[in-house]
């Protein structure tokens, strides 16, 4: 049974203005914790994350893997939509991922994600950790770790990156959602940075950049036994998130039996 994983992160976006600073060491963290599980790990980092290199890593990963191997895919970078164009999203739009050719190459749709997963065989544990984008409210976890540097969200409007003749007027209203796409891939699980009304936040801790989720998902992994499960990992982060500097309450998506498997078996 092999264990691989793909840890994808994105701080520089030409030409948008919109810089990140948390992606790469939250990519970078992923890789540490999970090459310590015994997990082969590549990385994809600013250039490197193209759009064509994104879906060739993807599509590798998930089409080479056999039954009982387990495939993790995280992602830490902007969020963005798009217009659908096929119909199927009833509120007009295609949430997406944004590689760091965005504005030449355009984004990773979830309908593209979703080609992606139709290549996985049967017995391929998959998970998706998404630390990015969507839009918010707010309560009151434990935050005391956190800088007292302003956060950023990890949400580029389409009006950044998309020309003025491709934004209907009825799209540029509306507000992003990456999420609900995403949790329809194929994957078991997916492990999202927040709700799809909430925005993710690229912040700092004791003087170092971390998208937030990543921060807590992290922190919380450490305190937990050896035969926790992704419930159990999925409440202890509640206890952090939201709270008053970063509105954003993390989401588990996938089937009960899913939800109780061994984090990172």
């Not at 009825?170 to 999202?192: K, N």
Request: glycine fraction near 10%.
């Amino acid at each position: 049974m092999a264990k691989k994983a793909l840890c994808i992160g994105i701080n520089d976006y030409p030409g948008t203005g919109s810089d990140l600073t948390g992606c790469i060491n939250d990519a970078n963290d992923w890789a540490a914790e999970l090459g310590a599980r015994g997990y082969e790990v590549a990385k994809l980092l600013d250039k490197q994350a193209t759009r064509a290199a994104m879906i060739e890593s993807i599509g590798t990963l998930v089409s080479t893997a056999t039954e009982g191997d387990s495939i993790v895919i995280t992602y830490s970078g902007h969020g963005t939509w798009a217009p659908d164009t096929s119909g199927d999203e009833p509120d007009g739009r295609d949430e997406a991922l944004c590689p760091w050719d965005l504005t030449t190459k355009g984004p990773l749709l979830d309908d593209d994600l979703g080609q992606l997963f139709l290549h996985r065989r049967p017995g391929v544990r998959v998970l998706l950790l998404s630390d990015s984008c969507h839009s918010g409210s707010v309560t009151r976890g434990d935050d005391s770790d956190a800088d007292p540097k302003a956060p950023r969200a990890r949400f580029l409007p389409p009006a950044v990156w998309m020309k003025p003749n491709q934004l209907p007027p009825a799209i540029t209203r509306q507000p992003a959602t990456v999420l609900s796409g995403l949790r329809r891939t194929g994957g078991d699980l997916l492990l999202a940075g927040c709700q799809d009304t909430e925005y993710s936040w690229d912040a700092n801790f004791n003087n170092r950049p971390n998208g937030a989720f990543t921060y807590y998902a992290l922190k919380t992994l450490k305190t937990l036994p050896a035969n926790a499960t992704y419930s159990q990992w999925f409440k202890a982060m509640r206890n952090y998130l939201p709270s008053s500097r970063y509105p954003q309450a993390p989401q588990l998506f996938g089937g009960a039996s899913a939800r109780r498997f061994k984090i990172f078996a």
